[in-house]
């Protein structure tokens, strides 16, 4: 999978900023990548997150403000809209590292992962 570049990756929601693995909350409510609800079926243990831009336009005219979006823990919902994603490239909060759960283990080896302080 290649890096991120600016040259290649021009959609408004590609940039530097990294993944980072969160627990589920219940105001999640669509992943950005499939577009169905988190809730839908079963609710995920965790999702990915990333701040994007979005161009949002309302009666005063275009804002286009950085939010974070968030993603099931599948290569098939993250890499359509982001081909530079690298798993051994998502952050998890060192307080998750126990709660991780085989699913996303399978995606992300604890092994490979980088825990933030």
Known sequence: MAAYDPNVHRKIWHNKHRFELEQYRKSLKICRGCGTEFAAHDA???????KETRCIWTKYGRNMPVIKA????????????HPYFNPRKVFVARSLRDQLTANVAELFPSSQLRFKR
Not at 70 to 81: A, E, G, N, T
């Open 70 to 81: 968030f993603y099931h823990c599948s290569l098939s919902c993250i890499l359509p809209r």
């Open 44 to 50: 995920p243990e965790f999702v990915v997150a990333h």
